[in-house]
């Protein structure tokens, strides 16, 4: 080692001042105040309103459109203040249906001043042979306490990234999150223009019809109803493609594509949202309404169909061993076995429900595979959207 | 007998180096984690097509070579160098000045002699007063690992110090800046020099001259490495090999108590689940903050916990924004990995900016595609833009003004990095997200959001906390690492000093052991 000197002030002086170092500290450390240190800050209490985890809330009114599509208007049920949202973003319900311990997740149709307010609105239709809408719509009733996760999604208008007016194209349940979006506007607390594209069959079928005329007073917005199946006057007829699109969009400006409906609803769209030839970063899908068979994804192993199999699931210290089939995704399994695991968006995107798969074969459909590089690396999977081929074990805590 | 030898509370970045470490000296080790990943803030996520890192710029004293820089060395030592896909950082760093009159826009290197040699192209003249700052690096970083591995002080320490530490001793007692006077490196050279200041979050008048030269020889001597999985990688490579060594580590898990008895820690408690983990030793990886004011029962807490926990001041709030953009690099005319934007060179005048949000003005902007090619797709790039706020300012904006409030901040930095830079971004971006303080202080649970744990003030910088390396032992078999310890803050740090106290904590059990 280089013995060269160094010298700052003077080589007493320096030292003197080293010796001091300790002293110091230990003064200053012992100068404290010894009144209790405090647990909590106003910004460390704003994390906690937005995102407070699990949220208690009670059914304070139900609204019923149809006997398929109903408004719940909930209210907290402990006195907390309800976490604020941003327009476009989801709920997720826990519910304990039989010996099954579900989650799904729900866009808010309500504002996100309407939560500043007291109320979340969910409205909830029912999905053909679903076992978890179906339920709520029979069974839910005023006064209900039901378990929340905090409002999440990333299906919201950001003024830095999106271009001033959207194009809504909404269709079935998917209106929700757009009645939000119209709300917020309307209120000013988005500045944005919508044009909505609202698909139904029939002018009967156009939940929130009364609610949009009225946001559709103010000039940021616009609402445009497409029916498929009836020719009625005011109403544009067929299935929302590029024509309409084109028909809509403000001229010689950027706009952003919002879509949000049922599968049938994508597929078409999508294919017509293609050949406006827009960039990516002007179409901005909503995932998780878009439910799909596992046998009509593409690249699954078909002659696995119905297959069953042993799932060994490791959490904590316990360790369980249930069933679960090839057609049916990991995360259902434990839902069926009663088994809670954080799970919320269930399409592979949010990743509460990363979980490592400790041995067994799977598949894993390419187009929901939301999993960082680590994780595939490391042998993490999203139970949500992966399917077991195998007898597998999983960790899941 | 407790079940567990050890059990770690957190699983950020000292938590896992210490409960590696721990496991590889055979301990039976629990981590209890309240998310479900590991690594803290060294994590990464997904929008769209995009996986962002969360909070890597560039890891320091990593060298090229097997057993090259302090963080290398504990890596290969732990068995995790190996499991990691490493990406060298190119350059150290672009340092550009918004409003000085003198405006500065520097592109430094790594390699001792070519940073000396640039700093001689930007500063005629510099060359000698900066192979001598070089010098004095090279001796400092030595004594540095030196003064990090004591665990008491004792008279062959002293002798030693004597022996071969004596610059040490000399500089410890300044500032950087005090140090660069002393030298007598020219002012601009000096401004380029000090461009680093904001990985430490404080001024050069204030920070510790070991502090700041350790921190340039880390970088400017090793170079520096990210992980091509982010630093999400880093954690659970980390995570995969505790668990080779038998450690058990619980996700979902959020500790809310540390169980003292007969005034010693002896277990702790995860919110909800009534069984108390029982340890023979406790290594708290939350914020000492959090494990004082809300972890342990008053009635147990010594009173000089509360004093000296008061008596610190928090180091900077964060703030990042995450950009993905649909054009390439060299599209966007983006060419350097990381960019420091100042208003001014001024170190002092611009940590006093950064009070206010309307203030501040600095930001270190990183693109992810120029230390790691090929991170996202073709024709894409990931850019990231950090800030610090050197006060709890973020605590006095309303809920209802939050959003706008990030917006506000996002676009001042757009604004700032196209000034800056002469690039044009706004109109190519694909995804964003922000992360405020109060994402910080949701994610880690940490006071007032801050990312840099303990503020290195002049009496508190880690000098001092090395020397004093036994500090926060307040209760017995209670142990803190990560970023609010000794070695400060930053992904380096983090891991020495998890490793660090596992070893000061196992050497004391073997002497306490023997003396029974």
Known sequence: MSKQKFIVKSNFKDIKNFAKLIPQRKAMLK????????KTYPINELAKLNHPGKMNLVIDEIIEHSPDMKSFIFKSADGKKLAPFRAGQYLTLKLKIGSSIVTRPYSIASTPNNAR???YNLTIKRVPDGFVSGYILDNFKVGDRIEAYSPEGTFVYEPIRDAKTVIGIAGGSGITPFVSLAGSIDDGTCDANLVLLYGARTSEDLVFKKELDDFAINEKIKVVYVLSDSDEEGYEKGFINADIIKKYAPEGEDFSIFLCGPKAMYNFAGKEIEKLGIRKKFVRFELFSSATKATEIPGFPMEKDGEKFNLTVKQFASQKVIECVANESILVALERAGIESPARCRSGECGFCRSKLVSGEVFIPSNTDGRRLADIKFGYIHPCSTYPMSDITIKID | MAKWDVVVIGAGNGGLSAAVTFAKAGKKVLILEKHNVPGGYATSFKRGRFEFEASLHELSSYGCVPGAGNVRKIFEELGVHDKIEWSRIPDAYRMITLSDP??????????????????????????????QIFDLCERLTKTGEFFGNISSI????????????????RVAPYSANEILKAVGLPKKAKDIFNAYWCYLGVDCDTINAIHYLGLIDRYINYGAVCAKGRSHELSC?????????????????????????DGKAVGVQVKGRDEIEYADTILCNAAPHNAVAKMIDPKDLPEV????????????????????????????GITEHCYMIYDTANTVQQVKSMETIEGNNAQATCCLNNAVPGCSPEGTTILYFTTLYTADCWSEVDERDYVKMKEYVGNKMIDNFEKATGTKIRDSIEEIEIATPATYARYADAPQGTIYGYNAEKWDGIVQRLLMPASDDFIPNLYFAGGYCAQGLGFGSSYTNGYQTAKRVMKKQQKEAAKA
């Open chain 1, 31 to 38: 100068s404290g105040s010894a009144s209790p240190v405090p």
């Open chain 1, 117 to 119: 307010d007291g109320f």
């Open chain 2, 102 to 131: 003198d405006k500065i826009d520097a592109i430094m290197p790594f390699g001792v002699s070519n940073f000396i040699d640039k700093m001689e192209y930007y500063v005629p003249g510099s060359r000698k007063k900066m192979e």
């Open chain 2, 154 to 169: 004792n008279k062959d320490l002293v002798s030693e110090v004597l022996d071969e530490h004596m610059d040490f001793v």
């Open chain 2, 237 to 261: 490579a980390f995570q995969e090999r505790f668990e080779e060594l038998g450690g058990t580590i619980y996700f979902n898990s959020f500790v809310d108590k540390i169980v003292i008895k």
């Open chain 2, 305 to 332: 916990a509360v004093r000296q926990t008061n008596a610190r001041k928090f180091a900077g709030r964060g703030f990042t924004m995450f950009l993905g953009l649909d054009k390439s690099p060299e599209e966007l």
